[in-house]
Structures are given as structure tokens and as C-alpha cells.
């Protein structure tokens, strides 16, 4: 399609510059760059929010933060001695 578009001076000189070192039309490039610029912009991920923190007091004597499962099997035992106290 022919249309008529203003063109700045010193874009229209860029336009031609780039067309000639590039090796294609002023009209082909001229296309490529509006294709370009009216691309549908990706839509923007979702803002991640930052989890809660929580306080767990300083670690128990005797227990290597290093072996996660020891840990865990610590905190249940402590969990569980709890729980059955609270039931007498």
C-alpha cells in the first residue's frame, strides 16, 4: 500500500545510511523497523512478593544444623513429648 509519511530530516538520513550498509531498500527497512515497533510488547511476569520470615531461636546444643534429617527428628521428638504432654 502507498501512503505519504513526514520523515524528520536527520531520521530520513539514518533511515538511509543503515539501508545502504545493511544492503536492502529504504522501503524494506522502513518496514522491518515498523514491525518492529508494533510487535505486541511479552507480557510482564508477575511480581514475585517475598515470603514471611520467621524467628526459630538459636539452635539446640548438640545438634548440627548441617544434617537436616537429625534436625527434623529432633524437632518432632520435641513436638511429639509436647503434644503428649499437654494431653495429661
Known amino acids: 500500500m502507498r501512503t505519504t509519511v513526514d520523515i524528520a ?25 515498523l514491525r518492529r ?3 505486541p510488547e511479552p507480557a510482564k511476569a508477575a511480581r514475585v512478593r517475598p ?8 539452635p ?3 545438634i548440627d544444623l548441617d544434617r537436616a534429617l537429625a534436625l527434623a527428628d529432633a524437632l518432632e521428638d520435641v513436638a511429639v513429648r509436647r503434644e503428649l504432654d499437654e494431653r495429661r
Open 9 to 33: 530530516p536527520d531520521l530520513l538520513r539514518r533511515l538511509r545510511t543503515e539501508a545502504l550498509r545493511r544492503g536492502v531498500s529504504v522501503k524494506a527497512l522502513l518496514d522491518l523497523a
Open 51 to 58: 515470603l514471611p520470615r520467621f524467628a526459630m531461636g538459636a
Open 37 to 39: 515497533g508494533l510487535k
Open 60 to 62: 539446640q546444643v548438640g
